[in-house]
């Protein structure tokens, strides 16, 4: 079956395959497999852990931890699994481990540390007791996402922070009132001093005053003399720039006359330059003209011949394009058709090829069916004589019909042969003369013997002796 956890949860599943456990948001759960999901949201779990300090004295630390598995962490996750996870995250089970490693790490710390040292180093404490936690909780999977220490309360018997709270009050009591005489005794002194501060500035606003009217006096008078001398120079600098004035004028125009007489002669001069080049420039237009005209008659007898000429070159193109398209379509179509015979020479042999396959196939399943019925009869056969071997044979070649065939090509090759039969003689009752002449007797046999030999093959093959050997008798007669 498949199963799948919610975001907020994972799968553990143990069993066949899974040497330990494995972790998953999605899994098939097999045959002899079992799992649990198990959630990763943080708890919070609140205690008032009792403690005491270095001085022995107890106390109350209210404190509310978030706790839950790490998440970003593989082997923190399978630590979790195996140790936690069965359990539900509240209950007691679960609460009283977390207690008690929080407990422990709380007391040992306090005991360490003075009261004092507790009260006004709340931050510093609630980190050490964060770390030292953080640490035990590491072996079972688990993390402080938040912990929030409350302010330290008394234990029942021991008023120790209400002592404290008292004589805490009682000193901003005590301070309050310093604060007010002194408060009081800053307010007349403070009264008298803005009595003085406020005639010793009077006095000395009068006096600037006076000093910076006789002041101002003096720079009106500066002022108004320096005003006279500006204006007179001003004045001055205007004549000098009127008669500069009138000079640049002067020279401007003799200037503007010496232009003027000037631009009187260019201009005279341009007139005669302009009129030489206009008629230069009508001359030259007239030899363009003409050139032109002849030109365009050269250019259009040329531009005739040149279309005549690209219109005959066009034609003769078209012609042996048209050509050459219908000599390439006569031989692709001719290339089409040799190939369309070739394809069909080679079905057809490739058809002759498969049916002589399939001959030469069922012929040869046949031979060996044959040979396998034929095997298994002679080994019928062979059982049935004992194991018999020349048995075995000689019943084959009777029911073949060998031993006939043997008579008749017997038969058939000494028919026509026409034997003759010579009957010779050596006198056989010589050979009780005793033994002296035997070795003799067989000697004088093989020579008596020799003469119906070469008589007998010369009947059969008409060969004759060497002469040296002796010579037949004309006659049958023996010697």
């Known amino acids: 079956m498949y199963r799948v956890a919610s975001p907020s949860e994972y799968l553990v599943i143990t069993g066949i395959g899974i040497d330990d456990i494995k972790l998953a948001k999605k899994a098939w759960i097999l045959p002899g497999q079992s799992y649990i999901i198990f959630d990763m949201s943080p708890v919070n779990y609140t205690f008032e852990v009792q403690a005491m300090s270095s001085e022995k004295l107890p106390f109350m630390l209210p404190a509310v931890?978030?706790?839950?598995?790490?998440?970003?962490?593989?082997?923190?996750?399978?630590?979790?699994?195996?140790?936690?996870?069965?359990?539900?995250?509240?209950?007691?089970?679960?609460?009283?481990?977390?207690?008690?490693?929080?407990?422990?790490?709380?007391?040992?710390?306090?005991?360490?540390?003075?009261?004092?040292?507790?009260?006004?180093?709340?931050?510093?404490?609630?980190?050490?007791?964060?770390?030292?936690?953080?640490?035990?909780?590491?072996?079972?999977?688990?993390?402080?996402?938040?912990?929030?220490?409350?302010?330290?309360?008394?234990?029942?018997?021991?008023?120790?922070?209400?002592?404290?709270?008292?004589?805490?009050?009682?000193?901003?009591?005590?301070?309050?009132?310093?604060?007010?005489?002194?408060?009081?005794?800053?307010?007349?002194?403070?009264?008298?001093?803005?009595?003085?501060?406020?005639l010793q500035n009077a006095a000395k606003i009068d006096a600037e005053t006076k000093i910076y009217a006789t002041k101002r006096e003096?720079?009106?008078?500066?002022?108004?003399?320096?005003?006279?001398?500006?204006?007179?120079?001003?004045?001055?600098?205007?004549?000098?720039?009127?008669?500069?004035?009138?000079?640049?004028?002067?020279?401007k125009k003799a200037g503007w006359a010496k232009e003027a007489q000037v631009a009187e002669v260019e201009a005279a001069k341009a007139v005669a330059l302009r009129d030489a080049e206009l008629q230069t420039q009508v001359e030259r237009m007239n030899a363009l003209t003409r050139t032109e005209k002849l030109k365009a008659e050269f250019l259009s007898k040329a531009s005739v011949e040149y279309e005549t000429k690209v219109q005959e070159a066009n034609w003769d193109l078209y012609n042996k394009q048209k050509a050459a398209e219908a000599i390439l379509y006569q031989r692709e179509?001719?290339?089409?058709?040799?190939?369309?015979?070739?394809?069909?020479?080679?079905?057809?042999?490739?058809?002759?090829?498969?049916?002589?396959?399939?001959?030469?196939?069922?012929?040869?399943?046949?031979?060996?069916?044959?040979?396998?019925?034929?095997?298994?009869?002679?080994?019928?056969?062979?059982?049935?004589?004992?194991?018999?071997?020349?048995?075995?044979?000689?019943?084959?070649?009777?029911?073949?019909?060998?031993?006939?065939?043997?008579?008749?090509?017997?038969?058939?090759?000494?028919?026509?042969?026409?034997?003759?039969?010579?009957?010779?003689?050596?006198?056989?009752?010589?050979?009780?003369?005793g033994s002296s002449n035997g070795a003799m007797k067989e000697v004088a046999g093989v020579y008596k013997m020799l003469p119906p030999l070469f008589k007998t093959v010369h009947e059969q093959t008409g060969m004759l002796p060497p002469a040296w050997m002796g010579t037949l008798p004309n006659s049958g007669s023996s010697n």
């Open 65 to 198: 931890f978030t706790i839950g598995p790490r998440i970003d962490d593989t082997h923190s996750l399978h630590k979790y699994a195996k140790l936690i996870s069965r359990h539900d995250k509240l209950s007691s089970h679960v609460k009283e481990l977390v207690q008690g490693i929080i407990e422990g790490e709380t007391r040992v710390l306090a005991a360490s540390m003075t009261m004092e040292e507790v009260f006004k180093g709340t931050k510093e404490f609630k980190q050490e007791v964060f770390e030292k936690v953080q640490l035990e909780l590491n072996q079972f999977g688990l993390l402080i996402y938040n912990a929030n220490v409350k302010q330290l309360v008394d234990v029942p018997g021991h008023e120790y922070f209400s002592y404290l709270g008292q004589k805490t009050q009682m000193e901003a009591a005590n301070q309050a009132k310093v604060d007010v005489a002194e408060a009081r005794k800053k307010g007349e002194i403070g009264s008298k001093e803005r009595e003085g501060l406020t």
């Open 333 to 433: 179509k001719e290339a089409e058709a040799q190939k369309a015979i070739a394809e069909a020479e080679f079905y057809a042999r490739q058809q002759v090829a498969d049916g002589e396959f399939y001959a030469k196939k069922k012929e040869a399943e046949g031979l060996i069916a044959l040979g396998q019925a034929q095997g298994a009869y002679l080994r019928n056969l062979l059982n049935a004589v004992g194991g018999n071997y020349a048995a075995m044979r000689d019943f084959m070649m009777i029911n073949s019909g060998m031993f006939q065939e043997i008579a008749k090509i017997n038969a058939e090759a000494v028919r026509g042969l026409q034997p003759k039969i010579s009957i010779w003689t050596n006198g056989g009752g010589e050979g009780s003369d």
């Open 218 to 251: 003096g720079e009106g008078k500066m002022a108004e003399i320096k005003v006279k001398a500006e204006v007179k120079v001003y004045e001055n600098v205007r004549e000098a720039e009127v008669a500069e004035a009138n000079a640049e004028l002067a020279k």
